[in-house]
């Protein structure tokens, strides 16, 4: 059996963002964690793709240079629709959006660089908890570890261990389809991205997406439907009909659709996300639940748990009671209850078109309001996605 201090189930942003904080702080640790995947980078992974400011700035503070030498778009306009209504909410950039296998890759790549050790195609089949800490058996190997991280998504073991402690469905699904394109749409051209709630009418808790997108460097519209289920007790709506119906009013590919589904684990405050010497963090602790965003909230989970696993390890006590508030008073937290709040109200009245209506009237005042802010990196032409594809050559030399 093999002792090592920490092991951290899934290298996806959650997991790799808290070694590489955890590095940040004491270098030490790289000698002192293991990060265990099920799978290998690069890896298929469905979602969206869009990362937001709040996970775009952990990045920075992280010492990634903006923006990664990877293909991406990037978004400086969100466009929430409602009955031909629209609000424009503007940011420099509001998100930007990468293929979810090749960002996951690339921060991989660049934890291993760091002196992270990453096990790759070995999986989690037991945690056992006793006494002197926690005896993981995986596929390859058994470890006795003092803690481990929970990062290793909606349906992993850790989050399953979990869950038998939080009441109620917090399970969101999510249909996704990816369509080729020749990248001159007004998507590409305006930097916007689409988010229709028309849908609601339809008892879908959420809405469709439209973003523009690159996959390996060429073009693509990531589309897809995405249903909080907030309300579990609302009759569910028939997402293949939702997404079929939204794509047959825009540009892409004639007769039968392909797509994937999912389901999506969202945040809850009262959610319990730790018990002795187990803490989640990402999408296994919780995405927040108005718009199904997980890439974002996962990268800033990841420097509120190496927090408090540092703690942790310099008082010896692996209880882990702070994480909750921690991550309740941090930015992420603030981020997430509010995302929350919202939630509870907009998905319980989504109905009722007088109300959707003044969420809607309220919402554009708020973005005509709403400071534009400081751009958050230099972007130059429409190029960049050239430059991009010449810098991960060059990286990955």
């Not at 980078?41 to 400011?53: E, F, I, M, N, S």
Request: hydrophobic content about 40%; some cysteine.
């Amino acid at each position: 059996m093999r002792e090592i201090d920490l092991i951290i189930i899934g290298s996806g942003p959650a997991g790799i963002s808290t070694a590489l904080h955890l590095l940040q702080q004491d270098q030490s640790w790289a000698q002192r964690m293991i990060l265990i995947d099920k799978a290998a980078h690069p890896r298929p992974k469905l979602c969206g793709g869009g990362v937001t400011r709040i996970g775009l700035e952990t990045l920075l503070g992280l010492g990634f240079e903006l923006p990664l030498p990877i293909p991406h778009e990037i978004i400086n306009q969100a466009r929430l629709r409602y009955r031909g209504r629209e609000i424009r909410v503007r940011g420099r950039p509001e998100f930007v959006v990468f293929n979810r296998i090749e960002f996951d890759a690339y921060l991989a790549e660049g934890a291993r660089r760091r002196g992270v050790v990453l096990h790759e195609n070995e999986s989690v089949e037991m945690l056992t908890f006793n006494s002197t800490g926690v005896e993981v058996k995986t596929t390859r190997d058994t470890y006795q570890t003092k803690a481990v991280v929970g990062a290793d998504g909606s349906k992993g073991i850790t989050r399953r261990i979990l869950g038998r402690h939080n009441s109620g469905s917090k399970v969101a699904r999510v249909l996704e389809t990816i369509h080729q394109t020749d990248g001159y749409g007004a998507h590409f051209r305006e930097h916007f991205a689409v988010f229709e709630f028309t849908p609601v009418e339809q008892n879908l808790q959420g809405y469709f997406w439209d973003f523009p997108s690159r996959v390996g460097e060429q073009p693509r519209y990531n589309r897809g439907v995405y249903d909080a289920r907030f309300i579990p007790d609302k009759k569910r709506a028939k997402l293949p009909a939702i997404l079929k119906s939204e794509l047959n009013n825009l540009e892409g590919p004639e007769g039968k659709v392909d797509f994937q589904s999912h389901p999506i684990h969202w945040f809850s405050p009262g959610s319990r996300i730790t018990e002795p010497r187990l803490l989640l963090v990402g999408d296994t602790a919780g995405v927040e639940p108005l718009f199904g965003e997980g890439i974002g909230p996962a990268l800033a989970y990841g420097k509120i748990a190496a927090r408090e696993l540092n703690a942790a390890f310099m008082n010896d006590d692996f209880t882990f009671k702070g994480y909750k508030r921690r991550l309740l008073t941090s930015a992420l937290g603030r981020y997430l209850i509010y995302r929350w709040s919202v939630s509870w109200w907009l998905y319980r009245f989504n109905m009722i078109p007088l109300f959707m209506h003044l969420v809607w009237t309220i919402g554009k005042l708020a973005s005509w309001l709403r400071p534009l802010g400081q751009p958050l990196f230099p972007v130059g032409n429409r190029n960049s996605n050239r430059t991009s594809g010449r810098r991960i050559r060059e990286y990955s030399e």
